[in-house]
């Protein structure tokens, strides 16, 4: 590298991590491959109208225009119901709305038009899908559609003082906030080696959790290889859209072990100002572009990158308030890609992979953060119709020894259908919570029932296929164990966010009667148990992550768990607390606030341990006046393990 003192690693970037396994980019391009996978098309049912009625296979002779059965039968061959199907499905595509706003430079089709073009593809969806980069959105900063990743670069890494501006000014002496380094960002080769590191990272660590972007196309359309060769793909010659760079730079400098990055942290108290800078660039950059308010593929993607790139906590102004998830969201609706037949004329099989995987993350995404953070959820269950990920078991094994295997498509599909049935249940609750009636009265007792019946048969149908493995391997690789721990925790912080709620909000008996008063201890009671044993099992998770170092690289997946399942270890006085607050101490190395949630966490656990359990209301019924009443099991590597003790790198670890 230019300098002469930042050698690369042989991955290609400069985090590194002792014991840490990353996946190579081969590995890489499978995961995004593996996440838009795509259920295979359904087959066209074309039998005749007698067959259909009497539920047999419909097979038609060589010759005859009767089908088999009508011939042996006698019976007259009509296929009234397929052309009905038929003409109903036409229908529904011809009343597709035709103006949705892009940025392309294809003109907004007529209300006169024709919806359906002569190779059956409606005008609208070619302009949405079409070029993003025609030019028509204003520049910011000099920064447009038509310019270089170069010039890109020059902007993005200006002199902090350049923040209101996005222009450079006096540079080499307003670097100095940004560490002894920042300096050098004024060479151009520089600015090029380092995006590239910060691009590496992003693919190592980002894209491993959120796949979605093809690594291989990115790398060679970002065309900042100066001593390689550029892959030779299909779109190669289509720039890159300037927000879409920005975000996972952004992204990139939040992980990176960058000599410069070390530097400014180690200046600045932990925290990168350059870091924090390019998030706050990224975010601008996208509002100029239109990035929030024109449907487009590009858009689709930066907006579901940019949320969990800025601080998690709703109490800060630059905190999560759902607006780059909404904006993803209603940028998916404008494409209509909850409508299963506007998908099925999206042709490239690239495209059309990415923006379902894009929808189902932005679905679960909308469900679960609804829950969390007292929001009314943006989708219903009956706004897509869109199949979710399916895989036949009998697909052949593949040829291609790079491709994933169909047991490793199985294993993400079978994750996916998981968390899709936990969505749909957080989606309920937090409809129910959002209501001002439930803030009045409280929650339904038939309504909490009901929770309690849901999450216990999710628990019996998916926890064993999705959640941490009985046995723990020694070699457990990065994406392994943050994915399982992932899904397990996001299980189990549902019950402690439901004792959340009944605490704030109480159970509503309309009947008064004492059966039903008894009904509604039973229902706090088996929601403290399995909240506490909930917390417990976030506790040894996080335990595990943090021992090896993993939470400093996610990105904002296990944080609500740990705060949520800390908060209530505090209160109850549980020494397990201090796990998830050692765990939100190593987030904050990405994630800046969760070193104020520890804190509160530790406050609230020294005023318990001198007052006893505290801090409840609607649940203090449920709570036991000394917490080591509870006799819950203690969580630890040994019980999440089946007492093997192993964990990442052969070292036991008890929590």
Not at 373 to 381: C, G, I, Q
Request: net charge neutral; proline share 6%; glycine share 4%.
């Amino acid at each position: 590298m230019q300098n002469g003192d930042h050698v690369r690693n042989d991955n290609g970037h400069s985090f590194s991590h002792p014991g840490l396994i990353l996946p190579t980019q081969s590995v890489q391009n499978q995961i995004h491959e593996l996440a838009k996978t795509l259920p295979p098309p359904r087959k066209q049912n074309t039998a005749c109208d007698a067959c259909r009625s009497r539920k047999v296979k419909c097979n038609r002779l060589p010759g005859e225009e009767k089908r088999q059965h009508c011939l042996s039968k006698n019976y007259p061959c009509t296929h009234f119901v397929q052309q009905a199907t038929s003409e109903k499905k036409r229908s529904a595509a011809a009343r597709r709305p035709r103006n949705i706003s892009t940025s392309s430079s294809t003109s907004p089709v007529s209300a006169s038009s024709s919806p359906i073009s002569e190779h059956n593809t409606p005008p609208w969806l070619k302009a949405t899908f079409g070029p993003w980069n025609s030019g028509r959105l204003q520049s910011y900063g000099g920064i447009n559609m038509q310019s270089t990743t170069p010039t890109l670069l020059h902007h993005l890494f200006a002199a902090p003082e350049s923040d209101s501006t996005f222009t450079f000014k006096s540079r080499s002496p307003s670097y100095a906030t940004w560490g002894e380094m920042a300096s050098k960002l004024e060479d151009e080769a520089f600015r090029a080696e380092f995006a590239l590191d910060l691009v590496e990272v992003y693919f190592q660590i980002v894209h491993t959790r959120l796949p979605l972007l093809n690594p291989l196309q990115f790398r060679a359309r970002l065309n900042l290889q100066a001593t390689q060769q550029r892959p030779v793909i299909a779109k190669q010659d289509e720039p890159l859209h300037p927000a879409l760079i920005a975000t996972v730079l952004a992204w990139g400098a939040k992980f990176s072990e960058h000599p410069l990055l070390v530097a400014d942290r180690e200046r600045n108290g932990g925290q990168s100002l350059l870091a924090k800078a390019l998030i706050n660039r990224t975010r601008e950059l996208a509002e100029s572009l239109k990035v929030h308010r024109i449907p487009n593929p590009n858009h689709v993607v930066i907006s579901l990158l940019i949320e969990p790139l800025q601080c998690q906590d709703p109490r800060h102004d630059n905190g999560f308030h759902g607006f780059w998830l909404t904006s993803g969201i209603r940028n998916l609706l404008g494409l209509q890609i909850n409508h299963k037949s506007v998908m099925g004329l999206i042709k490239d099989p690239e495209a059309r992979g990415t923006m379902i995987f894009a929808w189902w993350m932005a679905c679960l995404s909308d469900a679960f953060s609804s829950f969390y953070y007292r929001r009314k959820p943006m989708l219903d269950d009956d706004d897509y119709d869109i199949d979710f990920y399916t895989a036949d078991q009998n697909t052949q094994e593949t040829t291609d020894p790079t491709a994933p295997s169909p047991r490793e498509q199985l294993e993400f599909l079978g994750y996916y259908r998981a968390a899709h049935a936990l969505a749909r249940i957080s989606r309920t609750i937090a409809r129910q919570l959002w209501r001002p009636s439930t803030d009045q009265d409280g929650i339904p007792l038939d309504s909490v029932l009901s929770y309690i019946s849901d999450l216990s048969k999710w628990r019996d149908a998916h926890l064993s296929k999705v959640g941490v493995p009985p046995n723990l391997e020694a070699n457990w690789d990065f994406v392994s164990a943050v994915s399982a721990c992932a899904s397990d925790a996001q299980y189990h912080v549902t019950w402690v966010a439901l004792f959340f709620a009944m605490d704030e909000f109480g159970i509503r008996d309309d009947a008064f009667t004492p059966s039903n008063i008894n009904q509604v201890e039973t229902a706090k009671r088996k929601v403290m148990e399995e909240a506490l044993q909930a917390s417990l099992r976030i506790a040894a998770l996080a335990g595990v992550l943090t021992s090896n170092g993993y939470l400093k690289l996610d990105p904002a997946v296990m944080h609500v768990s740990c705060i949520n399942a800390g908060n209530l270890l505090a209160r109850l006085g549980r020494p397990e607390v201090f796990q998830c607050i050692k765990a939100l101490e190593q987030y904050s190395y990405a994630y800046e606030e969760t070193k104020e949630h520890a804190q509160e966490i530790s406050r609230e656990y020294e005023l318990a341990l001198l007052k006893g359990p505290n801090n409840f209301q609607e649940m203090a019924s449920a709570i036991n006046p000394s917490s080591r009443a509870f006799h819950a099991e203690t969580m630890s590597i040994d019980a999440l393990t089946n007492g093997n003790g192993k964990h990442h790198g052969n070292t036991y670890m008890s929590i």
